[in-house]
């Protein structure tokens, strides 16, 4: 069988996800990844076909005439070029949410097309009990109807998410429809006792995104003598926001550690594994997280704002404490029960070692192959 992996951004999960696609489908299925320069730069040492895309997608308003439906009609364009260029038995469409809408409503294809929509919301109130905005709201269920209308054709292979309630929901409604849990780490961080680890340890790229206005009320006070270590690019748009951030907490008595480049994975594991507790994200409410996945084989219990599925995951699981990211007080104290408690690793490790063995673990190179019709490696 031939297989397709298309994506035509670059950077961040686009490369990870690109990597981890291709390495699980290898044996067994000839793979060709279609995508930008800067992503076939990324994954030059795999064994796969490629065929290049060009330049990476531009950003929806860099220019006046790159509005988001023109931009998803040349993605669309530029599938259906791969398409014939390739002729594979199915194509991949890595990051299909800015291009579902057109994608329903394009000419036919000559092979499946499968799709992984990273991004739903739509079940947000009936399996985690969130509450969505009315423009949210309506938003979440367009895209749902845009779902149905791409599983209705003739060509649509399978729909993959990230988020496993709604996948469920998908299948209720007839999709052939996939769970895909976190792909292996890279590099599985060493589960230290709990006598070894100290401190907080808040990872990844930051911006907008990751909450830190909410951290620093958190922590702006009252906390003296607390180590806080942040790893990881900053958006250049949010270098001078984070500064100011990183003064309130040291106001408040926060000892901080930043390393603030792309950090080496090896040395970010060394670091997590080392911590007493990992801080995730507490400005949005993403459905997956990375850094839960990292944290709980490194048997580090986490602290994430209560108003996302993540969170819902964590008490879940028990894999750490939530809180109101918008509760000063709260997040303080959701922190500190942990930051400040040797003993809290070996409370949380039980549910710790479950995420991260049981149900994530090797899965989804068997889920992904099971998906696209191919037998399970051994």
């Known amino acids: 069988m031939k297989i ?34 800067p992503l076939l730069e990324a994954i030059a040492d795999l064994p796969v076909a490629t065929h290049s895309l060009g330049a990476p997608r531009p950003r929806p308003g860099s220019a006046a005439e790159l509005d988001k439906a023109s931009l998803a009609r040349r993605e669309i364009a530029l599938l259906r070029e791969t398409v014939a260029a390739t002729e594979p038995d ?23 097309v ?68 976190e792909p292996p780490l890279e590099v599985k961080p060493t589960a230290r006792p709990a006598a070894e680890k100290r401190g907080c340890f808040l990872f990844g790229y930051f911006d907008e995104r990751k909450g830190m206005d909410r951290l620093a009320a958190a922590l702006s006070e009252g906390c003296e003598g607390l180590q806080l270590a942040l790893y990881g690019d900053i958006a250049p748009e949010f270098r001078d926001r984070l500064d100011r951030e990183l003064a309130r907490l040291r106001q408040g008595g926060v000892e901080l550690e930043t390393d603030f480049r792309r950090v080496p994975y090896e040395l970010a594991m060394e670091k997590m594994s080392r911590s007493r507790c990992a801080l995730l994200s507490f400005g949005w409410q993403p459905s997956g997280s990375r850094v839960l996945l990292e944290a709980a084989a490194a048997r580090t219990p986490v602290v994430v704002g209560g108003d996302s599925p993540v969170g819902k995951q964590v008490e879940r699981y028990g ?59 051994r």
């Open 4 to 37: 397709c992996l298309f994506d035509w951004n670059a950077g961040g999960h686009h490369n990870f996800y690109a990597r981890a696609f291709a390495e699980a489908l290898t044996p067994g299925a000839e793979v060709i990844v279609a995508g930008s320069e």
């Open 90 to 112: 199915q194509i991949v469409a890595l990051y299909a949410d800015p291009i579902l809408r057109w994608l329903a409503a394009a000419e036919p294809f000559p092979c499946q």
């Open 114 to 181: 499968s799709v992984f929509v990273m991004f739903a919301t739509a079940h947000f109130p009936s399996a985690y009990g969130l509450r969505l905005t009315p423009r949210a709201r309506l938003s979440a269920e367009f895209k749902e109807l845009n779902i149905r209308r791409w599983r209705r054709r003739g060509d649509a292979g399978v729909i993959f998410g990230l988020d496993a309630e709604a996948v469920a929901r998908w299948r209720r409604r007839g999709a052939r429809a996939y769970w895909l849990p």
């Open 319 to 377: 894999l750490g404490r939530t809180a109101d990211p918008a509760d000063p007080a709260a997040l303080r104290e959701a922190i500190l029960s942990i930051a400040a408690d040797p003993g809290a690793p070996d409370r949380y490790a039980e549910g710790l070692r479950q995420y991260a063995e049981e149900l994530h673990g090797d899965r989804f190179a068997r889920e992904l192959r099971e998906a696209l019709g191919l037998p399970p490696t």
